[in-house]
């Protein structure tokens, strides 16, 4: 974008002469790019841009603003902006335009607008104490927009027509509609696209696991093209359409009953020569004409044109199993000849007029087959066979060193039995028959059954490496389409297997023989008794499939657990998002609402005690070590508070040289402040002492640590940051596929740092050097803001529910 950079680009538009028009609301910005997606040039708002709309067969674009009320239209062809023009009660949110009105999404309502800007009407909402954040327009009228995690649509009076949520949409952005009437909808923390039917039936997701927080996306006209702005908005993503759904899927349930096994390959004469009542022995084994062929049949088979490139093989390399039918389970005297996308599956010429003659995605085996050993799925079968036997292997040791162990502990308990005898003289002889009667009874019992155990795995081995020879086989011997049937052929093999792996990993049980005295000693009715005890499997068999997913860091070992003991009643107050929360040193527990402006007390047994209200809308706020005061920082304005604890009121504020403060954090000496930019550290009376530049954080979320060894945390997008107060290290900075969104940190007495994630509902546990000790996840907590730790450990504060509940947690 020739040296310009994008923060948050919130809209995103194409106009009929393919103009592509992008809003930056943090830069207050609108770039411009031409039909090739090359950069023309960019135009300054005075409002924050929010949302864009081309306007149907014109030059013009309408835009609104952020926190205005007003609203602008944009010249595309000349790149430039008209005057601001007021709508009243509108917050600048969601803006769409069709050929003859401009609609604006603001609180509980939808400003409907001429070409002018001049109000027609107003369309009220059923929803409450609502903000739409998108609009868009159908082409019969109705309208869609927006709010939160779900959206909705009305007809042009108001009338619901569908609402459609979904647990896999999460933060429901713009929104975009098809010459079909399909309409699209993108979910920002579900970092995904929503496809829908015009009466919102759900159809499919789009561009899973692809996103990053994406924020606005628009289609190209002959929607040959999607524009994303990814990234948290910092980026645009160009996609092709046909990316979004893949044209060739593989057969995910097709069983191929047939298996050619090697005594039809290795016929002991040639089969062409056969047929001209020769019988010179085979040498060769072509895998496409499945053919015996002896040294001279061979080698015209390897110039003719129809067979120079089969694929040959030595029969004495043929494995004993190998899968290479290309018949219909159903009708096996036919070849596979098509593949279906739209269900999955590989048919032959009868299957395909009587199950699949309507589907729109039938394409022919052979196009479908190419590239098909290069493809992901045949590398997923070769990797979930490696994955299989592992565990096959791992389950066998178990069982061997299981066996191992119950004999050493029968040797500790005859050991046991010996020590007993001495001490017993009556009635010992035949109280020991009986003791050892009963061990090797008992032994020999389970002993048995691990061997049956042991047998069923190499039962299992034995499939599996077969399936592993076949697939190997295919590999480097096979035809594009033999690999390509083998490996659907053979899902419904291996499923079946790795079924079989988990039921028995489900009911294998490490087995123990325990030695249990008996507690009547003086009546010598026994000694005692061998015991069975059973735990769990060294570890539980996941199925590869689910496994693809999981990207562990570390192995985690749970040091701390968390118990929901209850909510702070507040007594009436209702929260609307608390973003700061501190415990001072006598027990006080303190919260600032960034919504409702207010600071709110409770004594040492969590019980409500009072609040006051800020001049300014405060975000993080920290008690000062050894004092009874503590510092707040506001959001917006370049001012920090002090907070009087015991006469809980604000004592003074201080104005400092930030455009907004965020996080803060004390120490017994200074205050650190951690805006975008870099870290001002205070002294205790406001004062500032130095800067500490922030060159790692590109995007500050707002939340700074001091640790106890003087260095100072901050998190920044996806990260958290570590550097010295000097600022000559950086001691760290930790990223995790599992970390989505870092808030607050805290640290316990071993100066561990936790780190809260909003969106993943866990805290990451890292050492003092930046490393994953363990994730903690917490029940019956969802989008915490943020959290602290009593003064002695014992329990955790948690803003839950987007800061609308606090949460108190026990730890374990």
Not at 435 to 455: F, G, H, I, P
Request: hydrophobic fraction near 30%; aromatic fraction near 8%; charged fraction near 25%.
């Amino acid at each position: 974008m020739k040296g310009e950079k994008f923060e948050i680009i919130t809209g995103i538009t194409k106009s009929d002469n393919d103009t592509l028009i992008v809003c930056d609301v943090a830069k207050r910005t609108v770039y411009f790019y031409d039909e090739t997606d090359t950069y023309l040039s960019s135009i300054t708002s005075p409002d924050k841009p929010w949302d864009v709309a081309a306007i149907r067969g014109t030059t013009t674009a309408v835009m609104s603003s952020r926190f205005e009320p007003n609203i602008y239209f944009i010249n595309i062809e000349r790149r430039t902006k008209s005057s601001p023009i007021e709508v009243k009660q509108i917050g600048g949110y969601g803006v769409a335009a069709t050929k003859d009105n401009i609609f604006v999404g603001t609180k509980e309502m939808i400003k409907v607008l001429d070409l002018r800007g001049n109000l027609i009407r107003t369309i009220s909402l059923k929803e409450t104490e609502c903000t739409v954040s998108y609009v868009s327009v159908f082409s019969n009228g109705n309208i869609c927009y927006t709010i939160g995690d779900k959206i909705c649509c009305i007809t042009s009076d108001g009338d619901l027509v569908f609402s459609y949520a979904s647990p896999e949409l999460h933060d429901a952005r713009n929104i975009e509609i098809d010459d079909a009437g399909n309409i699209y909808v993108l979910g920002r923390y579900s970092q995904n696209l929503h496809q829908l039917t015009s009466t919102g039936t759900f159809v499919n997701i789009l561009l899973k696991k692809t996103l990053s927080e994406p924020l606005a996306f628009c289609f190209s006209k002959d929607f040959s093209k999607v524009y994303i702005a990814d990234k948290c908005g910092k980026s645009i993503s160009v996609f092709k359409t046909n990316k979004f759904t893949k044209v060739f899927k593989l057969p995910g349930r097709h069983f191929v009953k047939e298996i050619i096994s090697s005594r039809n390959m290795t016929s002991n004469y040639c089969e062409p020569c056969t047929a001209r009542g020769m019988t010179p022995t085979a040498s060769k084994w072509c895998t496409e004409c499945e053919e015996a062929l002896c040294f001279d049949c061979t080698e015209v088979h390897r110039v003719q044109k129809m067979s120079r490139n089969h694929h040959l093989v030595e029969i004495g390399k043929i494995p004993e199993k190998v899968n290479l039918s290309h018949n219909c389970s159903k009708h096996q005297h036919l070849p596979f000849d098509y593949f279906c996308v739209d269900h999955d599956v590989i048919c032959c010429k009868e299957c395909w007029p009587k199950n699949h003659q309507t589907c729109k995605n039938v394409t022919s085996i052979d196009i479908a087959s190419k590239n098909s050993k290069q493809s992901q799925s045949f590398l997923d079968s070769e990797e979930q066979l490696r994955f299989i036997l592992e565990a096959l292997k791992k389950l066998s040791k178990n069982c061997k060193d299981n066996g191992s162990r119950i004999n050493k502990e029968e040797t500790q308990i005859l050991k046991q039995i010996k020590t007993m005898k001495e001490n017993v003289i009556k009635q010992l002889e035949a109280l020991e028959e009986s003791l050892l009667k009963q061990l090797t009874e008992k032994k020999d019992k389970y002993v048995t059954s691990l061997k049956r155990q042991e047998k069923r795995i190499g039962d299992l081995v034995n499939s599996t490496k077969a399936q592993k020879e076949s697939l190997e086989f295919v590999r480097d011997h096979g035809s594009e389409k033999q690999a390509f049937v083998s490996i659907h052929s053979s899902k419904p093999v291996l499923d079946e297997i790795e079924n079989k792996v988990k039921q028995l990993t489900e009911s294998f049980a490490d087995t123990s023989l325990t030695f249990v005295e008996s507690g009547s000693k003086e009546k010598l009715a026994d000694l005692g008794s061998i015991e069975i005890k059973e735990t769990p499997c060294f570890s539980p068999f996941v199925p590869y499939k689910q496994q693809q997913s999981q990207v562990p860091v570390v192995p985690k070992r749970q040091i701390y657990s968390f118990t929901h003991i209850y909510d702070i009643d507040v007594k009436g107050e209702k929260l609307e998002g608390v973003t700061g929360i501190t415990v001072s040193d006598n027990n006080t527990l303190i919260f600032c609402d960034v919504n409702t402006s207010k600071v709110y007390f409770c004594d040492e047994n969590d019980s409500y005690q009072s609040s006051i209200i800020s001049p300014y809308q405060p975000w993080d706020i920290s008690a000062i070590p050894g004092t009874m005061t503590a510092v707040m920082s506001s959001r917006y304005e370049p001012f920090i508070q002090f907070v009087a604890i015991k006469r809980r009121r604000i004592s003074k504020e201080i104005a400092v040289e930030l455009s907004n403060c965020f996080g803060i954090d004390a120490t017994k000496d200074n205050i650190f402040i951690g805006p975008r930019e870099n870290i001002q550290v205070l002294d205790l009376s406001g004062n500032i002492q130095r800067t500490v530049k922030d060159k790692y954080g590109q995007d500050n979320s707002g939340y700074i640590l001091v640790c106890p060894n003087g260095n100072i945390c901050y998190s920044s997008g996806n990260a958290v940051h570590c550097i010295t107060l000097d600022e000559r290290h950086h001691v760290f900075s930790y990223k995790s596929s599992d970390l989505l969104y870092p808030r607050k940190m805290i640290t316990d007495d071993a100066e561990n740092i936790y780190v809260l994630d909003c969106r993943s509902q866990s805290i990451h546990k890292l050492s003092s050097t930046g490393t994953l000790v363990d994730t903690l996840s917490m029940d019956r907590c969802s989008n915490p803001y943020t959290f602290c730790f009593s003064k002695d450990l014992s329990k955790c504060y948690i803003a839950n529910r987007y800061g609308t509940t606090i949460s108190v947690f026990k730890t374990n």
